[in-house]
């Protein structure tokens, strides 16, 4: 009966000594991964502070950009008169310089220049047509160019008039469109009718 207690005890006894030794090796394990768990959040946290911080640098920059948009527009808007300015300055300088011309020259008389008379009625041909198709057109590239071709020959032949603002601000209001809209359209036709009769 002793030799049984004594292997019972012996039993006993590796049961414990075998149990401490997985106790401890789990306790290590469990103070591994503590470890790896407590440097992995520390490197989140950076990583997010390092976030907090970009996203109040962009915030800042947004709203340094925001504080931009009135000085931007009213770059833009001077630039657009400052184009019409110079649309008037180029039409008087050239009215100016046609219009200074010898006494003598008066009394001669002045023959009739058919070319003028076709470029003027190509011209008006040229806004008729615009006039008449501008429903079927959507691109507002090809008004563009077609108002643009236009405020030249204007310009050549007469060195500068009145209308060429009016045109340039269409060609303007163009461009800030991907397709024409309806009501553009009919400003559009309402002006090359106007533009035909004072032209």
Do not use: C
């Not at 520390?42 to 000085?71: C, F, H, R, W, Y």
């Not at 046609?98 to 008066?106: F, L, R, T």
């Not at 236009?150 to 060195?159: L, P």
């Amino acid at each position: 009966m002793s030799d049984t207690d004594d292997s019972n005890k012996e039993e006993l006894k590796k049961f414990i000594e075998e149990t401490n030794k997985k106790l401890l090796s789990f306790s290590s394990i469990l103070e591994k991964f503590g470890l790896d768990l407590i440097t992995k959040m520390g490197q989140t946290n950076l990583k997010l502070n390092m976030l907090t911080d970009k996203i109040d640098e962009l915030s800042k920059a947004t709203i340094d950009v925001k504080a931009l948009i009135p000085q931007l527009n009213n770059v833009i808007e001077n630039q657009k008169i400052l184009e019409a300015e110079l649309d008037l300055i180029r039409s008087l300088i050239q009215k100016s310089s046609i219009s200074v011309q010898p006494k003598e020259m008066k009394n001669e008389v002045v023959e009739r220049d058919i070319a003028a008379t076709n470029k003027k009625e190509l011209i008006i041909n040229q806004l008729i047509s615009l006039k008449d198709e501008v429903d079927n057109i959507d691109d507002p590239k090809k008004v563009i160019k077609t108002l643009e071709n236009i405020k030249e020959d204007i310009f050549v032949f007469t060195g500068g008039h009145r209308i060429l603002y009016d045109i340039s601000q269409i060609v303007n209001n163009l461009n800030e469109n991907e397709t024409i809209p309806e009501d553009l359209k009919e400003i559009i036709k309402e002006k090359t009718v106007f533009w035909k009769n004072k032209f």
